[in-house]
């Protein structure tokens, strides 16, 4: 019994998608360790590190092969390699305390998010067809949408760690001087920063709805007798 035990336990570590998982954090690591000698380089890791955030989530299903554990890497990959960006373009641009701040939001979104799905026992934080808030639903229930703004956000963020030259650029010379040379460019940055903003109000609701449900929780507990 015990063998047999172990045996679905390494099985859980081998699913496809979780492999997928692994190979993510160390395109990550080699990312940010080549992040100052070739930006280049590290956009292309970086990117499609994120592009295999969905992939993994489309074999899991595939092969039925979804996991408590997997759900977790995959956050938690995703919060960490966000959050690194975020802090290197806190230390290019000025003032850098708008991306600490953007750092600080998706942690304590998601985190709350996450501690709030415990404990309503609900078996995924994406789980909020009973919030009364009509955009985080949406953002949780139309795949297309959210990965619409998680794309912006991320090509955003990675756009301005290409455009900057120096340490201590102004967030909106570089975006200006850059705009200049392609309307293409223009729209795109545009579509970004509209998708972005969108996730960063999501965000915003999401901490407060899962907030609600922590003081929630507690007020219940303190009326059992």
């Known amino acids: 019994m015990a063998r047999s035990s172990a045996h679905k336990q390494v099985s859980v570590y081998l699913y496809i998608p979780n492999i997928i998982g692994y190979i993510r954090v160390i395109m990550n690591i080699v990312a940010f360790a080549l992040s100052s000698s070739n930006k280049p380089l590290f956009a292309t ?3 499609v590190s994120f592009v295999c955030d969905g992939l993994d989530g489309w074999f899991a299903r ?3 092969q979804v996991s408590t554990f997997g759900a977790v890497l995959d956050m938690v990959t995703d919060r960490v390699s ?3 960006l975020l802090a290197a373009l806190s230390q290019i641009y000025r003032p850098g305390l708008v991306f600490l701040a953007l750092l600080g ?3 304590a979104s998601h985190w709350l998010q996450m501690y709030s799905t415990f404990l309503s026992g609900k078996s995924s934080h994406k789980d909020v067809k009973d919030t009364g808030n009509w955009l985080l639903r949406a953002y949780y229930g139309h795949r297309l949408f959210m990965a619409f703004c998680c794309v912006a956000c991320e090509v955003l963020y990675i756009a301005l760690f290409l455009l900057a030259d120096s340490h201590s650029e102004s967030i909106i010379t570089v975006s200006v001087n850059a705009l200049k040379h392609s309307l293409l460019l223009s729209l795109l940055f545009a ?3 509209f998708g972005c903003a969108i996730k960063q109000v999501v965000n915003v609701i999401q901490m407060k709805t899962a907030a609600d449900v922590c003081v929630v929780y507690d007020m ?3 009326e059992r007798p």
Do not use: M, P, S
């Open 220 to 222: 219940r507990k303190k």
């Open 62 to 64: 595939k092969f039925n």
């Open 105 to 107: 939001l998706d942690i």
């Open 45 to 47: 890791l970086y990117f």
């Open 82 to 84: 966000t959050a690194c």
């Open 191 to 193: 579509l970004a920063l």
